[in-house]
């Protein structure tokens, strides 16, 4: 079974462009949503993200909204906790494939970390 977890070198959801995320406002309170938007530079890019290393430069301290958490996606999108897992495999898979693509490297590395096996995924019983 795979396992979520945020992989290194990757780096897709810190584009933030909001004309690619026109549901912001669905899930984001008027607060949080003015902090995000003041957080998307001109490419759409976080204006945290550092493109050179592919990280973060303020993931200890990042907003509550980019974080991977039960209580934060329960009040988000009404994710129980036991359904977390799969949903925050959907969402990357989803946001790699928008920035980088469905065959691309940073893909097939977020599959490897994560244990996801298209092929298992896909089959029906």
């Known amino acids: 079974m795979a396992t979520w977890q945020c992989v290194k070198n ?5 584009y933030l462009e909001p004309s690619e995320r026109p549901e912001l406002d669905e899930y984001l309170d008027s607060e949080d949503l ?3 938007l003041s957080l998307v530079g001109e490419d759409g890019w976080c204006i945290h993200y ?6 973060c430069s303020i993931y200890p301290n990042r907003p509550r909204f980019c974080r991977v958490q039960p209580d934060v996606f329960e ?27 469905d065959d691309s490297p940073e893909m097939k590395h977020f599959n490897d970390q994560v244990g996801f096996d298209e092929e298992a995924e896909n089959l029906t019983y």
């Open 10 to 14: 990757c780096g897709a959801c810190c």
């Open 34 to 36: 003015e902090l995000y």
């Open 50 to 55: 550092n493109a050179e290393n592919r990280d």
């Open 75 to 101: 009040e988000m999108f009404g994710i129980e906790s036991e359904e977390l897992n799969d949903f925050a495999i959907d969402c990357c898979h989803q946001q790699i494939e928008s920035v980088y693509g």
